[in-house]
């Protein structure tokens, strides 16, 4: 072997070499935008009781209000993170809620502890200027940007609430890239 073809042969795998590295930090998740993830759950109990359908998930039992608070928080670096989705799940504490796979996303507000839901303003809302003053549309989301950018160091806060059976202990699952989960205790009747 000439010095002219160890050279090139010691490019080449210096090349593979240097590839092998991105590819490698490419699936390891190096380019994965750096947020952080926080949840939490309030449970209060409704002024006045909601009717209880027989054929619901409360069969007649007492029901609370549970809401559920995601806040993202974007991290430093130099591109903005952009929010595609975002949703919540609850589940009773002894497991009595849908398998994963049968889980729907619900319809309605609040939502029933055996379903999906979409967390309230995930999306960008619709502007119209008038007399040179950008106006929020509300209800109407934006065709053109529909997604939500976090820019570096930004911060935002997402929220849903559920019906829950007064007496079970409850886990909220946040679910996106990043994941988060809490547990909500009965209230004490003594409070």
Request: charged residues 20%; negative net charge; glycine residues 6%.
């Amino acid at each position: 072997m000439t010095l002219d073809q160890a050279k090139n042969l010691g490019q080449i795998l210096a090349w593979l070499a240097a590839a092998g590295y991105f590819f490698y930090k490419l699936i390891s998740g190096y380019l994965i935008g750096n947020a952080s993830l926080r949840l939490t759950c309030t449970r209060s109990a409704p002024a006045v009781a909601p009717t209880q359908d027989a054929a619901g998930p409360a069969n007649g039992q007492a029901m609370d209000y549970l809401s559920i608070v995601a806040i993202v928080k974007r991290g430093t670096g130099t591109t903005t993170l952009a929010l595609h989705d975002a949703r919540a799940r609850v589940t009773l504490a002894n497991g009595q809620a849908l398998p994963t796979a049968e889980l729907e996303e619900t319809k309605t507000f609040p939502a029933d502890v055996q379903h999906e839901s979409k967390l309230i303003a995930t999306e960008r809302l619709s502007s119209d200027t008038i007399d040179d003053v950008l106006e929020i549309t509300f209800h109407t989301r934006s065709r053109e940007r529909p997604l939500l950018n976090l820019a570096p160091g930004d911060e935002m806060q997402f929220a849903t609430v559920y019906t829950v059976p007064q007496i079970q202990p409850c886990i909220a699952w946040k679910r996106s890239q990043w994941r988060a989960s809490d547990i909500s205790l009965p209230i004490s009747q003594d409070q």
